[in-house]
């Protein structure tokens, strides 16, 4: 099945366009083609450059949002809501209308509310987000069985430093009253989860969680409750590809995250997990040839969820 995939996008590899709004994301090969898909049993099957870590990006929200949701529980959603956007992954024009309160925790300005909520949680007594993010990594490195998993820091140091969109969205939800924390603490923690690096391999044995009831199938370590899972998984079919959400979604059938480092995690419940990496995006940030793996994969497999 997966050699039918590299069949599949062996003549587009190459392309979309790379993410260049930040510095440091736009010298990546847009050559790139890595594919990893781990089973229940902790059996993973590979192809191309799945070895070679990439920057996570907007994935690393699926797992802030689990840690969150552990955290400090639905009180999560007096903040943030869970309908699709509609719109692109940085946009703004939503939260006046809606009193600075973001649509879903996959966009961006959900997303930094609900790293506003782990900075709240775990860093009440530090100056600084690192507890939050030492957290996180944490978690990834635990569920990859990996410890090998850093913060490529050059990445986050180009996002801070670029990062006036994403300090305009955390100031416009300040003045509403949704920021707990100043905004450069939280934005702080952002920046450096965005830029976790990890493998295609790495990504998909931490995320079998979620497509096996939140339960890690290998190690027994219920991550997240069963009808968490559901939820999450819910919130990825409906809002992880932002304005590219409902395209995903029929051609593709999985609950997914895409990062504007060119991942793509989707998750297939009860069989397994897909990491995809080719840095090249369609319009929406949604890597164009990873898009392109998934829905051979998934014609293959069957896997969709809708049958
Ligand atoms: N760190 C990126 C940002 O905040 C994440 C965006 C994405 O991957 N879609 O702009």
């Given amino acids: 099945m997966l050699n039918a995939v590299e069949q599949a996008v062996a003549p587009e590899i190459g392309t979309g366009k790379v993410a260049d709004y930040i510095p440091a994301l736009a010298s990546v090969d847009p050559r790139k083609f890595g594919l990893a898909v781990a089973l229940s049993d902790g059996r993973m099957e590979t192809l191309g450059d799945s070895d070679e870590a990439f920057s996570m990006q907007s994935i690393s929200k699926i797992f ?27 946009s703004i024009v939503q939260l006046e209308n809606e009193q600075g ?12 509310v609900t790293t506003d909520h782990l900075v709240e949680h775990y860093c009440a007594d530090s100056d ?10 944490t978690m990834l490195r635990r569920l990859a069985q990996d410890d090998t998993i850093q913060i490529d820091s050059a990445v986050a140091l180009s996002e801070a430093e670029s990062g006036s969109r994403n300090r305009a969205l955390a100031h416009f939800m300040a ?11 939280t934005l702080a923690a952002y920046f450096r989860h965005c830029a976790v690096a990890v493998t295609c391999r790495q990504l998909a044995r931490a995320a079998l969680f979620l497509a096996h009831g939140g339960r890690d199938p290998v190690t027994g370590e219920q991550v997240v409750t069963r009808q968490r899972c559901r939820r999450i998984l819910a919130v990825m079919m409906s809002s992880g590809h932002y304005d590219n959400s409902g395209d995903f979604a029929y051609r593709i059938g999985l609950p997914g995250k895409s990062g504007v480092g060119g991942g ?10 897909i990491a995809v ?4 995006l369609n319009r929406a940030g949604t890597s164009r040839v990873g898009s392109l793996a998934l829905g051979e994969l998934v014609r293959q497999t ?3 969820v809708f049958g």
């Fill in 64 to 90: 802030t949002l689990s840690l969150a949701l552990k955290a400090v529980g639905d009180r999560l959603w007096d903040r943030v809501g869970r309908e699709p956007s509609g719109s692109p992954f940085n």
């Fill in 302 to 304: 069957g896997w969709s």
């Fill in 101 to 112: 309160i973001p649509r879903n925790p996959l966009i961006n300005a959900g997303a930094i």
């Fill in 175 to 185: 003045a509403f009253g949704n920021m707990a924390n100043p905004v450069e603490k």
């Fill in 264 to 273: 793509i995690l989707a998750v297939a419940p009860g069989q397994g997990t």
């Fill in 128 to 137: 600084g987000a690192e507890p939050a993010v030492v957290e996180l990594l």
């Fill in 277 to 280: 990496w080719s840095p090249g």
